[in-house]
């Protein structure tokens, strides 16, 4: 039926033009000339334009200026007779918004069959194209991706495959689509893949997942990988979406930088020596050494506790700054040199002067440490501090207190020198020395954990005197201290290091004499050694002791102007002798010319000695010498020194 005849038929072009304003799509009507002549409420919604506005006008007020030449274009179809269904362009609305349009159109004929207008309906598809347009770039986005992208169902069917995925497995699409994701999953991870799909399932979003997959050529990969679901539109989960990425060479990189950790952290430990502290005759000690556990680990820290001879024992605590190799070598460096002159007998400010001028030259130039120089038989320690932290001391019966003692400043710095402080050591003292590691927290005040410390050490020794006078007892305070300080002993910012010890007993006895620096001082020093050594039951040892004091007496004569003092103990191991004089020049042992008198006197000492050394005092030198018990009279258990390896000589 022709237009002309609807309008004829009242109630049709009523029922017609009802139809018309109801629909949701833009409906109009133009002349074969563009000349609009009907338009509907949707084409006012979609355009702006009010009928008043649009009826009468050419059609082309509608089409963008880039596609001027366009209408006309399809205008002349129609009057071929042409239908036009579904064909995209642009049209402009009357706020000059641009939409995109899906337009049909078809002829309208008059009652002769001639075509004299033409009806589009258009409907705009904008969103679509938007949405077409995001699709398209993300297509473009997924295909030129880095990373392997799949897509595959719940049920593990992979739907989706891009190139990336295919130089990564070595699966073309066409050998991927549509294959269980399984192909992919070594033999021991095949459960693996359902658990994963059972997660999205559940709508987990899966990051960074670390894995292993198998390529086509049947390498492992390690992967990582990241998944979500993807859900329709009424929220319901299908598939899952994953992107991959090879961490192969990150792992491998990885496990090499882990056993290179692994290989610096054992040099480290190796160069610390610090799986325990060595017992030494006279004294109980407890050490306990905790690596860092974040970054390179191991640092600088260092304890030491030495065996200086004559009952004395050196102890030392440092702390290098940095972690790591370096800091760990030239911590072994300064423990070496530290051990090196506490054994020559410097006195602990001379000490700390030779490490100041030898830290000057090393990479890891802040250092701090602290050394004590304890002798129990003369009943003193000597302290001497280079910018560490306060040694603690455990006194029977008193609080326990910081020892007062200059903090100094740390090695390496220079220009300032150290000082020494001389304390009375009482029999049953203890001391605590420790590196920051202990004490320094990101969530405790260093102040409040070193009353901590001093409080724990109080409860510790108070609830069991006797626990400093054996090594287990000084293990188990050890223990406690730490599970106090540190709860959490799994993790350290820092290295900590710990030191206990103590000096359970003084000497059972000594005496001593000072003689002037004439020949007769040297019988005279010889009476006294005897009466004292009958004395106290050790009159086995005085053939001995008697010949090397004798040789020490009579080298104090010779080359030093008096007085001479004449100092002699014994512990229940071990019998010491001492001589002291004010000749500023150490003995040393040599090997004297056939023809000599002298250079003799220190062989000797040196043959029947258990040991022997020197050390400087205030005005002059001190010669010493021990002897060990006969094994009947040691009641340590201890391990004997070698036999004396000459005959004694018998002297009046």
């Known amino acids: 039926m022709s237009i002309e005849a609807l309008r004829g038929d009242g109630s049709r072009y ?83 918004r641009v939409r995109d349009i899906d337009v049909t159109l078809w002829p309208l004929r008059g009652e002769d069959g001639n075509v004299i207008a033409a009806c589009s309906i258009m409907r705009d598809i904008t969103d679509r194209k938007r949405a077409e347009a995001r699709v398209d770039e993300l297509a473009v986005v997924v295909e030129s991706s880095q990373d392997a992208i799949l897509i595959k169902t719940l049920g593990g069917e992979i739907t989706f495959w891009n190139a990336a995925a295919q130089r990564l497995y070595g699966y073309p699409p066409a050998e991927a689509v549509g294959r269980h994701v399984g192909m992919l999953v070594p033999p021991d991870l095949k459960s693996e893949e359902d658990e994963l799909l059972g997660r999205i399932a559940r709508g987990v979003r899966i990051e960074h997942y670390e894995t292993r997959r198998t390529t086509k050529d049947g390498r492992i990969l390690d992967i990582d990988v990241t998944l979500w679901p993807i859900r329709t539109q009424d929220g319901t989960i299908t598939a899952a979406c994953s992107i991959m990425r090879d961490i192969t060479d990150r792992k491998r990189a990885e496990t090499e930088l882990a056993e290179l950790y692994a290989q610096q952290r054992h040099i480290s430990l190796a160069l610390n020596l610090m799986g325990s502290s060595q017992q030494i005759p006279g004294a109980r000690a407890a050490s306990r050494y905790l690596p860092s556990t974040q970054g390179q680990g191991v640092g600088g820290d260092w304890l030491d506790l030495i065996d200086l001879g004559a009952g004395r024992v050196g102890v030392f605590v440092g702390d290098v700054m940095g972690r790591g190799l370096d800091a760990a070598v030239v911590m072994g460096q300064l423990r070496s040199a530290a051990r090196a002159l506490a054994l020559a007998g410097l006195p602990p400010w001379e000490l700390m002067r030779a490490l100041d001028a030898f830290t000057h030259d090393l990479p890891e130039q802040f250092v701090t440490c602290v050394y004590l120089e304890a002798d129990p038989a003369q009943g003193e320690v000597t302290a001497c501090s280079a910018g560490h932290l306060p040694v603690l001391l455990i006194e029977p019966d008193a609080p326990v207190r910081e020892l007062a003692m200059p903090t100094g400043i740390p090695l390496g710095v220079g220009g300032v020198p150290h000082q020494q402080v001389r304390f009375p050591l009482r029999a049953g003292t203890a ?116 010949l090397l004091a004798s040789e020490l007496l009579t080298n104090g004569v010779r ?90 000589v018998t002297l009046p």
């Open 431 to 546: 001391f605590a020395l420790y590196t920051d590691g202990l004490v320094e927290s990101a969530h405790g005040d260093l102040d409040h954990q070193l009353a901590l410390l001093a409080t724990t050490l109080e409860q510790v020794f108070t609830s069991a005197e006797g626990l400093r006078e054996t090594a287990d007892g000084m293990e188990e305070a050890a223990d406690r201290v730490l599970r106090t300080l540190l709860p959490d002993t799994a993790a350290y910012s820092d290295d900590v290091t710990l030191l206990l010890v103590s000096f359970p007993t003084a000497p059972l006895e000594t005496a001593e004499t000072e003689l002037p620096g004439e020949a007769v001082s040297v019988p005279a020093g010889r009476r006294f050694l005897r009466q004292h050594l009958e004395a106290w039951g050790l009159a086995g040892l005085a053939d001995t002791a008697l």
């Open 559 to 648: 080359h030093a102007e008096g007085p001479i003092g004449l100092r002699v103990w014994h512990s229940v191991r071990e019998l010491g002798v001492e001589i002291s004089d004010n000749s500023v020049p150490r003995p040393r042992a040599r090997l004297a010319e056939s023809m000599e008198e002298n250079g003799r006197g220190l062989i000797l000492v040196e043959a029947l000695a258990a040991a022997w050394g020197t050390r400087p005092t205030n005005v002059g030198k001190t010669v010493w010498f021990t002897l060990l018990l006969p094994p009947a009279q040691d009641t340590t258990h201890l391990p004997a020194l070698p036999p004396a390896k000459a005959p004694s």
């Open 14 to 96: 009523g029922l017609f033009q009802g139809l018309v304003e109801s629909s949701q799509d833009a409906i109009l009507i133009k002349t074969l000339d563009g000349v609009i002549t009907f338009w509907n409420a949707a084409a006012q919604r979609l355009y702006g334009h009010t009928p008043a506005e649009a009826l009468g006008r050419h059609v082309g007020m509608l089409v963008p200026p880039d596609l001027k030449d366009e209408e006309d274009e399809l205008l002349g179809r129609i009057a071929r007779g042409e239908w036009i269904e579904h064909y995209e362009t642009r049209r402009t609305t009357s706020d000059a």
